[in-house]
T-cell receptor, first 109, second 117 residues
């Protein structure tokens, strides 16, 4: 079956770096998305990876290893406003998104 | 960037009534729209995929007669929760894609918090 695994919750300190991991199993693969979702709001797009390697976008970077079925989202210089849930979603061969349950990131001063 | 507007943001209704939720793409044409439901601390659950001018494709376990979807134009899709019951209380989110690029990121509406009393 198709499956996405990511930690339920993580805690980090303001100004620090945190890495949120995601492993996936899908029927075919057309890329891996990361979304940010603040409580009570809809998700917003952060990144898309389809090739192996690291994509950097400001304070956020996303990494993909297709052979390992693994991705991570790296957040640097954490700010309080980064407190949110981070959703990992893999796109299968039918272009359907398979969503993870999200990782709730708590930032402490 | 692409903007998706969802209305209303919150609605409270009595059991047995119907509620309509609108999802509009404001600055692009959305050939495909997706309707999700999200329970607290859970991930998004895809309910159905609607394509402009054709019938929606419902996910397994989703009652199509209860959750009516209409995608009458390239900028508007509606979800009607018919004969709502308390168990239908949830956060409903729509998203849209242009369809021209099947791998394009989804643009989400701000969601509708439905409470059925």
């Amino acid at each position: 079956g198709q499956n996405i695994d990511q930690p339920t919750e993580m805690t980090a300190t303001e100004g620090a770096i945190v890495q949120i991991n995601c492993t996936y199993q899908t029927s075919g693969f057309n890329g891996l998305f990361w979304y940010q979702q603040h409580a009570g709001e809809a998700p917003t797009f952060l990144s898309y990876n389809v090739l192996d390697g690291l994509e950097e976008k400001g304070r956020f970077s996303s990494f993909l290893s297709r052979s390992k079925g693994y991705s991570y989202l790296l957040l640097k210089e954490l700010q309080m406003k980064d407190s949110a849930s981070y959703l990992c979603a893999a796109m299968d061969s039918n272009y359907q998104l398979i969503w993870g349950a999200g990782t709730k990131l708590i930032i402490k001063p | 960037g692409a903007v998706v507007s969802q209305h209303p943001s919150r609605v409270i209704c009595k059991s047995g009534t119907s509620v309509k939720i609108e999802c509009r793409s404001l600055d692009f044409q959305a050939t495909t729209m997706f309707w999700y439901r999200q329970f607290p601390k859970k991930s998004l659950m895809l309910m159905a995929t609607s394509n402009e001018g054709s019938k929606a494709t419902y996910e397994q376990g989703v009652e199509k007669d209860k959750f009516l979807i209409n995608h009458a134009s390239l900028t508007l899709s509606t979800l009607t929760v018919t004969s709502a019951h308390p168990e239908d209380s949830s956060f409903y989110i729509c998203s849209a894609g242009t369809g021209g690029d099947r791998i394009s990121p989804l643009h989400f509406g701000n969601g509708t918090r439905l409470t059925v009393t």
